[in-house]
């Protein structure tokens, strides 16, 4: 019986159970769900580490990212997401006009989600909520997400995360701040790292490559 903080016959304990023997395993066809990478980000929030690599699968015929669980205990603090305070969730959507900040598309509020701009998987303390935190601070704190465009960011921010690599949009090299690696003389955890990423504030960076376009 392996022991675990999470809830039987879940994704998360599913994952869990198959990387608790410490292998290495194929995230495309050994790990369950669509997006392994969600559940992995959620298993590392409650302190466990977990080493990724990739590798050749005969299965899959193709290299693929493997994950491997180090220990069946926790090595750090747990840090997970608080729930966001349904008051401030309806302050953020009516700050943006249920603006979604991709597509600009205003929505009906249960399409959105609120994104936190500065991502899970780098977040080194709990979250502390004030559901009347001004105006500015949401602006700062978050935006507005549809789920998938929610999970994409996801997706590029844990292998920003992994490699030191920054996600682009659709493929387009721009930064308006630093490049496409993560400043290698700010800390994994400083939000200062992620500003010039699409990801990190959409509106800033549509704004600043349509200034250098113009020129």
Not at 33 to 44: C, D, F
Not at 111 to 133: C, G, S, T
Not at 155 to 177: D, K, L
């Amino acid at each position: 019986m392996v022991n675990h903080p999470f809830k039987e016959g879940t994704k998360l304990a599913k994952n869990f159970l198959i990387l608790s023997d410490g292998k290495w395993h194929c995230g495309k066809h050994e790990l369950p769900g669509t997006q392994p990478a969600k559940a992995i980000q959620i298993i590392r929030q409650h302190g466990f580490q977990i080493e990724n690599k990739n590798q050749y699968c005969s299965v899959c015929q193709d290299k693929t990212v493997h994950r491997r669980l180090v220990s069946r205990e926790p090595i750090k603090p747990s840090y997970l997401r608080l729930q966001l305070p349904a008051r401030l969730r309806r302050r953020t959507l009516d700050y943006y006009k249920n603006n979604e900040a991709i597509t600009l598309r205003e929505m009906i509020p249960n399409q959105l989600e609120v994104d936190h701009r500065f991502p899970q998987v780098r977040w080194a303390k709990d979250e502390i909520y004030n559901p009347d935190m001004p105006n500015e601070e949401i602006q700062k704190k978050f935006q507005l997400f549809t789920r998938e465009h929610n999970l994409w960011k996801s997706r590029y921010c844990e292998h920003c995360f992994r490699t030191n690599e920054r996600g682009t949009f659709i493929g387009i090299n721009y930064f308006y701040q630093g490049n496409k690696y993560w400043n290698n003389t700010i800390a994994s955890d400083d939000e200062n790292g992620c500003v010039g990423c699409f990801w990190y504030d959409p509106e800033t960076w549509r704004n600043s490559l349509n200034i250098d376009l113009k020129k």
